[in-house]
């Protein structure tokens, strides 16, 4: 029978996700964790290891789920269909063996069977499976899994080896996303039910002792919340408390609570982001909520004893959520579909024991039937309702108009369908979405940001600054603006106001590397060179792939003279992007400074391929097979650079005219 319901565990976790791998990415967090990563593209080498074991990329430490997405490479090469597939083998993986660890605790068959089927088929998981970026999830639950039941195997039969096995999966999880962090409470649970390893009389644990045991566990949990912290701080991720009050904070903690268990229980109106309400929520919601928690909390603990399962499962619920219940607000979201990955398996277990334990009190046989019949109903339900809600991912632009629909519209989401259609090309209609926007909220500061930053890009300066300032009047202290509009300055040739706005960006948000990026091109052309180097520098510091400034400071140290330390940024520019024309120009006129004049050649061929309206590089080319004594074809570029409007060099054609 085990292996039955392992097999069917199987058939309906695929019959719901069987969508997922004919999607592509989406562009929400993909193309910084796989689409523009050139360390995933390589595959596994020594080079991408070191990377992902010292990045903060993604503004996160999980080296392991880096690792994930480049064996997948070494496995099916860089397709997107590979991705999926890891993370549904890995959801799969998760299932089973939630299954085989609540029978191997409980000796419960149907229970667990109906906790892993909820598991796996439960709407809520659709974000965790389906977005390839949230392959931490998956893989962090898996060791979460693999924690538990080495935890088991040591509790059953003691011995070192057994816990160093379990610290050892512990560590590769807490490696994988911090959400493991609440662990060590979570076995804590479990030495009270279903272990029951601390009940009574006769038991030789104590509290005392078995938190102790799990003594190294909380030591490498609050070592790896200190560095997720770090992280997240150094890259702008955790928002301060002028932008999110702590009292809004812990309002909306206590109102994503319940809201979570709604959804649970009512799986409607998912999307993948929920604004947060940044300033305020109903009081009469924040009360409801807390009633309803203190309730819930009051009534598990005084079912330790009689019914331990809901004590047990409650508080799996309550502990598991805390890392991203937004105490600590990560980001601009209220609240996550994907959070509830690992959490909503407590409530799963108070279901699956709590209403066959309500049943038994039925007189009527046939009425004892009715959790197995109602079990299977609901199973049935989740698996449809999951095959639709996998649809959503097929695209961002699909993600965002079912998040339009479950938020009426919200003016945070119709700047993110902005975003997207500007992607795709389309800033009329992205312009539309944040007019809209605006209207609907006309102090949403991000919007009129966007739109400033859209006009930038149109060159229609005028109308930038001023949607940009607007931004500006209702948030002072937003960093993005300052630098939108510092950049708006520049092309006026208002140097001083820019590099005012872009200093006042980088004070607010040290680590943003496209403003000294821009600053330091400002610094440049005002003739402060160290100065622009030094910011040159700091953009590389905060964003080592940045392949813009890699070029930039390249062309700035060759007027140096400073040749060798040039070309290795040249070399890094061409590596982070490989069709960056510019890198391979400085790099082949840096060649033939040098004398290398095939290696010059190659270069500048390259840039020819990569732009064939680039004027200065069918001059160079023209200058180097003249070099090469190869008249004609000198000819033939010097006509092409003529007629692309660009200068040719007077010695080059006076000495053509001698051949």
């Not at 430490?61 to 890995?90: A, E």
């Not at 949607?467 to 948030?475: D, M, S």
Request: hydrophobic share 50%; net charge positive; glycine share 6%.
């Amino acid at each position: 029978m085990r292996l039955l319901i392992c097999i069917i565990l199987v058939f309906i976790t695929i019959a719901a996700y069987c969508r997922v791998m004919s999607f592509g990415y989406v562009n929400y967090d993909d193309n910084e964790y796989i689409i523009h990563n050139r360390h995933i593209h390589d595959g596994l080498t020594q080079e991408s290891v070191v990377w992902a074991f010292t990045t903060s990329r993604a503004v996160n430490w999980h080296p392991l789920t880096w690792i994930s997405y480049m064996l997948d490479v070494q496995f099916y090469g860089n397709h997107s269909w590979g991705y999926h597939l890891t993370n549904l083998l890995f959801h799969l993986a998760n299932t089973l063996l939630l299954f085989l660890l609540l029978l191997r605790m409980t000796g419960n068959l149907w229970a667990s069977a109906f906790v892993a089927a909820a598991f796996a088929v439960h709407p809520l998981h659709v974000e965790s499976v389906a977005w390839v970026s949230e392959r931490k999830d998956v893989l962090s639950t898996f060791f979460w899994m693999l924690t538990m039941w080495a935890y088991v195997t040591y509790v059953n039969k003691p011995a070192f080896r057994r816990y160093l096995i379990m610290l050892v999966w512990f560590a590769l999880g807490l490696m994988s996303k911090p959400m493991l962090v609440t662990l060590p409470f979570v076995l804590l649970l479990l030495d009270h039910w279903p272990l029951e390893r601390c009940a009574g009389a006769g038991k030789q644990s104590t509290w005392r002792h078995l938190v102790f045991e799990k003594l190294p566990m909380f030591v490498m949990a609050a070592a790896s919340c200190v560095i997720t912290v770090m992280v997240q701080k150094s890259g702008g991720a955790v928002q301060l408390l002028q932008d999110y009050p702590f009292g809004v904070r812990l309002a909306n903690a206590v109102v994503s609570y319940t809201a979570y268990i709604t959804k649970m229980l009512w799986p409607t109106k998912l999307c993948i982001l929920y604004p947060h309400p940044e300033t305020s929520l109903p009081l009469w919601h924040v009360l409801i909520s807390t009633a309803l928690l203190v309730v819930l909390t009051s009534s598990a603990l005084l079912a330790a004893r009689r019914r331990p399962y809901i004590t047990m499962g409650w508080l799996w619920y309550v502990v598991t959520l805390i890392p991203v219940i937004g105490l600590v607000q990560v980001g601009q979201q209220a609240m996550a579909d994907r959070y509830t990955y690992v959490p909503l398996i407590g409530l799963f277990i108070i279901i699956a024991w709590g209403i066959p334990d309500m049943t038994k009190r039925f007189k009527a046989k046939i009425l004892r039937y009715v959790p197995a019949v109602g079990a299977s109903i609901i199973i049935l339900i989740l698996i449809i309702m999951t095959y639709f809600q996998t649809g959503c991912w097929r695209s961002e632009m699909a993600l965002f108009k079912q998040a339009m629909s479950a938020t009426s519209g919200h003016c945070v989401i119709r700047c993110c369908i902005a975003g997207t259609l500007l992607d795709q090309g389309k800033p009329k209609q992205a312009i539309d979405q944040l007019k809209t926007a605006i209207k609907m909220n006309p102090s949403f500061a991000r919007g009129h940001n966007a739109l400033g930053f859209i006009y930038l890009k149109q060159g229609k300066l005028d109308a930038a600054i001023k949607e940009l300032n607007r931004a500006l009047k209702i948030n002072p202290d937003f960093p993005l603006a300052h630098s939108n509009i510092g950049s708006a300055y520049a092309t006026l040739g208002k140097t001083d106001e820019a590099i005012r706005h872009f200093k006042k960006a980088i004070k607010m948000k040290p680590n943003y590397s496209d403003t000294h990026y821009s600053l330091a091109n400002v610094l440049v052309e005002q003739g402060m060179i160290d100065e622009g180097i030094a910011e040159y520098r700091q953009a590389l510091r905060y964003n080592p792939d940045m392949a813009k400034a890699h070029c930039k400071l390249a062309s700035v140290l060759i007027t140096l003279g400073r040749v060798d330390e040039a070309e290795l940024h040249l070399r890094l520019a061409q590596l982070n992007d490989p069709k960056m024309a510019d890198a391979y120009f400085y790099l082949g006129c840096l060649m033939q400074k040098q004398g290398n004049i095939q290696g010059a050649l190659e270069q500048i061929t390259e840039v020819i391929k990569l732009d064939p309206n680039f004027g200065p590089a069918h001059n160079a080319m023209a200058v180097l097979l003249f070099q090469c004594r190869d008249f004609d074809g000198a000819r033939k570029e010097v006509e092409i650079t003529k007629s692309l409007g660009c200068p040719v060099s007077p010695r080059l054609e006076q000495a053509l005219s001698q051949h």
